[in-house]
C-alpha cells in the first residue's frame, strides 16, 4: 500500500491489541488492512505540501486527515463517535477511517453486497441517503491518492 506523507503524527493507539479491544467492545470486526493502516496512520494529519486526493472522473475526493480510533477528552474526530452518529442516522455496516477538510468522512463498507468497497458520507448535501460511492476498495483508494490535477 501507498505510504503517505503527513505533517503532525497524533497517534494514540500503541499496538494492535488496541484495535482487537476495540473490535471486541464494539462487536465489529475491521478488515485486515485497515488495521495496518491504523496502525501506521491513525490520527495523522496528512502534510499540506502534498495534498490527497482521489479522481473519480471529474470529481475529486480529499483526505485530509485519518480518523483516531477511539473518542478522547484530547478531541479529534474517532471511529468511535462517527460510528454513534451513523448508528443515529441509520448508517450501517460502515466503518469511518478518515476525513476531508469539510468534515464528510470516508468508510470501508462491512455489508454483505458492497464488502471492502469505500464510501464517502456527504452529511451535509440534503439528501436522505447521504453515502456516496467512491471507489471498489480501500486498497485501490490509498494507492491512488495523489495530486490534485
Not at 473490535?23 to 470486526?29: K, Q, R
Not at 473519480?56 to 474526530?77: F, M, P, R
Not at 443515529?88 to 469539510?102: K, M, N, Q, R
Request: with cysteine.
Amino acid at each position: 500500500m501507498k505510504k503517505l506523507e503527513y505533517q503532525k503524527n497524533n497517534r494514540r493507539i500503541q499496538s494492535l491489541q488496541d484495535i482487537w479491544s476495540f473490535e471486541l467492545t464494539h462487536n465489529i470486526e475491521f478488515r485486515d488492512v485497515l488495521k495496518e493502516f491504523l496502525l501506521k496512520y491513525e490520527g495523522v494529519r496528512l502534510a499540506d505540501s502534498n495534498k490527497y486526493y482521489y479522481s473519480c472522473g471529474h470529481i475529486l475526493q480529499e483526505l485530509n486527515q485519518v480518523v483516531y480510533l477511539n473518542k478522547s477528552d484530547q478531541g479529534g474526530a474517532s471511529i468511535e463517535s462517527i460510528l454513534e452518529v451513523h448508528k443515529e442516522e441509520g448508517i450501517l455496516d460502515f466503518i469511518p477511517f478518515g476525513t476531508d477538510s469539510g468534515g464528510w468522512d470516508y468508510n470501508i463498507s462491512i455489508n454483505k453486497e458492497t464488502y471492502g468497497q469505500v464510501w464517502v458520507n456527504k452529511f451535509d448535501i440534503g439528501d436522505t441517503d447521504s453515502m456516496e460511492y467512491v471507489t471498489s476498495s480501500f486498497e485501490e483508494f490509498i494507492d491512488n491518492l495523489g495530486p490534485e490535477v
